[in-house]
């Protein structure tokens, strides 16, 4: 008997014992067959989330931001303990002592899906699992993926402690309002840094994680708060907060950025404008795109915020004057439906929704309003933050054309400001959005950093970055370059070149080239040429030259890329077409002596660890160590840039070029008070108009005009339209940068000229007609020859004599009087060059 139950009893042991060997075969080899192609966790410790690149200010200041999805990466020492614990307690109670998988946690779910027949199904991930889910498997919810989650959950918590895969969840984690991670959800929330959350504050997060597309503070409050009080419930049952703060948590209301309690991060940014997208542009073609905006990119900027909004109302001023003056109503273009007019709510919500530009603030921010009622003496509107009704007077719209009736309807969405005398409000005004474009920048002749650029009107209406992106004709604000070639050629500031008419054949027929005063001014030095901007001695002085030469010069300062300019005659006066970015970069290398120096609208750019992986001025400081430097005496720098042209004749074409502000096209509009350089341009029919210039220290340039090219009409020019964007500018760049008189190379002799007929004159002599030239040492200038570029002439041209007087006066260095000859005449004509 006894050996008839050892026998029954050993017989089960060992069909237990076979069948538990077999379940553990089996459930080994289940995980031996899914733990085979199984991502490596060595990607875990490789682990470079996609983050938000930023763009600091000078100051350090946050001014614009990019990412694919906002995440900020926090390491764990950073992390608050209270967040921390906030999401275990909602999420694994027990993971700091589980091996990766939490067995309770799985039978609990097993169980509450059979007794409910798989209609209460809920995970039972640990947070190592959702780990695991969220870098390397996918959400598929099968028994495949959740076996091969755990074979990597048990291989990852062998290789990484319980704090790194903690970081890994709370930077990773999706919390809703595009963002994944605490650090960016605490912002997107509650605009708060990670240290400055209350438990309750960190519990919402927390409970964020299983369900954040239904827990929206606003719209779902009752259950978000209610989820928020069972995390705080969590956390004092665990030990990790005590009952008391518990229930003085869940006594709070839920306040958050989405209800209004709050300033939105993004709030306290300025807009985005053309400066910061154009450095997205940039660096996206230098880093990648995938970089940049995943990256985690810290970009320090150049951009000089304060003269940043200078150079805006310059050119926004300068748009609007020229679109008043047509006299032509076009609005926004919106308008809103009158059923959407019946209430203050209704067309308010509906106004709201409008797309409109909303980052013109010159004069005074620009707010968008709903037209209510047109009236025979003024405007009813509804304006955008601005309680109750208001009016606009008809006399505000005097300057429109047409009837005041058809102008107008109701519902139209249009721009108004405040109009005020002082700190009185007079009135509101109405605005729109001119048709007419432009662009302006300016930058640091020395150091390539540009500390403004305005791309348009405003960034909202379009995105079109018109100093980077619109290439146009630069007209005679080209001519500095077919002059800079002739002076490296050997000609001077005193040489003369024949104005007058000229015939050429061409494919599309015979051209005949003007001044634009439609005059000929017979024989003219260089200096007077491109002070007055003589198309015809342009066009001579570049046969002269050579058109390859030119073109050669033109590309090596940048003006185009290699090959791109052709060789042309009309290329001279500026119908190669060209971008502002990279004319007022060439006149930078003017300014600075004839180096080469690259635009940039970055600074320095480092990477996610802090690592400089892009800076700009690579110039070396010498004595920048030193602790004190003696009164007066700046930092030493060693430049290491390449000279691209000699620094005589870049003094002669800056001097030549003081003569166009002193004397010459822009005379009337620029009045600084530090020497400027410059050159207007106006293309033909006024398509585009230009005016480019430089202090000392700053290049500064701008361009108007229509987007599809038309002419801007009569009496518009570079110098009275673009001129006094550039003086608006200056004016301030100058009290914040300073400037002085232009450097003097060791290698010029100054010897005095006749502007006006280039002849030698008294050395010490004065007078409004004497100009002291450089001339290169050890050159003994020629004087009496002329150039007409081959071009045949007629020798009774019906010449305009500019100085209106057979004879001009000169005060001489003994101080005496003496007299000087009228304008040059025709005498020793060459159609050869000096090089």
């Avoid at 060595?42 to 690149?53: F, K, M, N, V, W």
């Avoid at 209609?119 to 695991?132: F, K, L, P």
């Avoid at 107008?408 to 729109?432: C, M, N, P, Y």
């Avoid at 474009?437 to 379009?462: C, K, L, P």
Wanted: net charge negative; proline share 5%; aromatic share 10%.
């Amino acid at each position: 008997m006894l050996r008839f139950i050892m026998s029954f009893f050993g017989a089960i042991f060992t069909m237990v014992t076979l069948g538990l060997v077999m379940v553990a075969l089996g459930i080994g080899g289940i995980f031996s067959f899914y733990g085979k192609d199984l991502p490596s966790t060595e990607t875990l410790s490789r682990y470079q989330p996609a983050t938000i690149s930023r763009v600091y200010s000078g100051e350090g200041a946050i001014i614009d931001e990019f990412a694919r999805e906002r995440r900020l990466f926090t390491p764990i020492e950073e992390i608050p303990e209270i967040v921390q614990y906030a999401f275990v307690s909602a999420e694994d109670q027990n993971f700091f002592t589980h091996p990766g998988y939490d067995i309770r946690g799985i039978a609990a779910a097993a169980l509450e899906a059979i007794m409910s027949r798989g209609e209460d199904v809920r995970g039972a991930s640990t947070i190592t699992q959702q780990v695991m889910k969220n870098f390397l498997l996918s959400s598929e919810r099968t028994a495949e993926r959740k076996i091969r989650e755990l074979i990597l959950a048990v291989r990852i918590e062998r290789v990484m402690d319980k704090s790194q895969i903690l970081e890994l969840y709370l930077n990773e984690i999706f919390l809703g309002q595009n963002s994944s991670g605490v650090t960016a959800a605490a912002q997107s929330y509650f605009n708060k840094p990670l240290s400055r959350l209350t438990p309750g504050e960190a519990a919402y997060l927390a409970a964020l994680a299983q369900r954040p597309g239904n827990l929206h503070p606003v719209r779902q409050y009752e259950d978000s708060v209610a989820r928020r009080n069972y995390v705080l419930g969590r956390l004092a049952d665990d030990g990790y907060i005590t009952e008391e703060v518990a229930e003085a948590e869940k006594a709070m209301p839920l306040r958050t950025v989405q209800s209004g309690d709050y300033d939105s991060f993004r709030s306290q940014l300025p807009p985005r404008n053309y400066f910061t997208d154009e450095i997205r542009r940039q660096l996206s073609r230098n880093f990648g795109e995938e970089e940049f905006f995943t990256g985690g990119l810290s970009i320090r900027a150049t951009i000089d915020a304060d003269m940043q909004i200078v150079a805006e109302h310059a050119l926004q001023q300068a748009l609007e004057e020229y679109d008043r003056n047509l006299g032509q109503w076009r609005g926004t273009g919106k308008t809103i439906e009158t059923d959407q007019l019946e209430t203050e709510e209704l067309w308010r919500a509906a106004l709201s929704s409008t797309s409109v530009p909303r980052d013109v603030t010159l004069d005074g921010d620009w707010l968008p309003a709903v037209v209510l009622n047109v009236e025979d003496q003024q405007l009813t509107v509804g304006i955008e933050g601005v309680d109750g009704t208001q009016t606009v007077p008809r006399e505000d719209i005097r300057w429109l054309v047409g009837d005041f009736f058809d102008n107008f309807k109701i519902g139209d969405v249009v721009h108004v400001r405040r109009l005020t005398e002082g700190d009185a409000f007079v009135r509101w005004s109405l605005r729109q959005v001119p048709a007419v474009q432009g662009a302006f920048m300016a930058m640091d002749v020395n150091t390539g950093r540009v500390i403004a650029m305005q791309g348009g009107f405003s960034y909202q209406a379009t995105e079109l970055n018109r100093a980077t992106q619109a290439f146009r004709q630069p007209g005679s604000s080209f001519k500095p370059f077919v002059y800079a070639a002739a002076l490296d050629s050997g000609y001077s500031p005193a040489t003369i070149v024949v104005d007058a008419p000229i015939e050429i054949n061409t494919p599309q027929g015979l051209w005949r080239p003007q001044n634009s005063s439609n005059q000929f001014y017979g024989p003219t030095p260089l200096r007077t040429g491109i002070e007055q901007s003589r198309n015809l001695m342009t066009i001579r002085l570049a046969q002269e030259v050579g058109m390859d030469v030119i073109a050669d010069y033109a590309e090596r300062f940048g003006v185009y890329g290699d090959g791109e300019m052709g060789e042309f005659l009309s290329n001279s006066l500026g119908s190669e077409e060209t971008t502002l970015f990279r004319l007022v970069a060439a006149y930078s290398m003017f300014a600075n002596g004839g180096e080469v120096v690259e635009p940039t609208l970055v600074d320095r750019v480092q990477n996610r660890f802090g690592e400089t992986v892009y800076q700009h001025d690579t110039r070396t400081c010498v004595d920048c160590s030193i602790p004190s430097l003696p009164a007066g005496d700046a930092p030493t720098i060693q430049s290491n840039r390449e000279r691209i042209m000699n620094a005589v004749t870049a003094y002669q074409l800056t001097s030549m070029m003081e003569g166009v502000v002193q004397r010459g096209t822009a005379s009337s509009v620029i009045n600084l008070p530090v020497p400027i350089a410059g050159k207007t341009g106006t293309t033909n029919d006024a398509k585009d108009v230009w005016f480019v210039g430089f202090s000392s220290n700053i290049a500064a340039g701008c361009y108007i005009g229509y987007d599809t090219p038309n002419p801007l009409g009569r009496g518009i020019y570079g110098g009275t339209t673009c001129g006094p964007v550039f003086q608006r500018f200056m004016a301030e760049a100058i009290n914040e940068y300073g400037g002085g008189p232009f450097n003097v190379p060791d290698d010029c002799q100054f010897i005095n000229i006749d502007r006006f007929t280039g002849a030698r004159m008294p050395d010490g002599s004065t007078g409004p007609n004497v100009i002291s030239e450089c001339f290169r040492v050890g050159e003994e200038p020629i004087f009496g020859i002329m150039f007409d570029g081959g071009f045949a002439m007629s020798a009774d041209l019906p010449l305009f004599d500019e100085v209106q007087q057979e004879t001009r006066s000169v005060t001489t260095s003994d101080g005496n009087t003496a007299t000087v000859g009228p304008n040059a005449s025709f005498g020793t004509l060459s159609s050869g060059g000096l090089y």
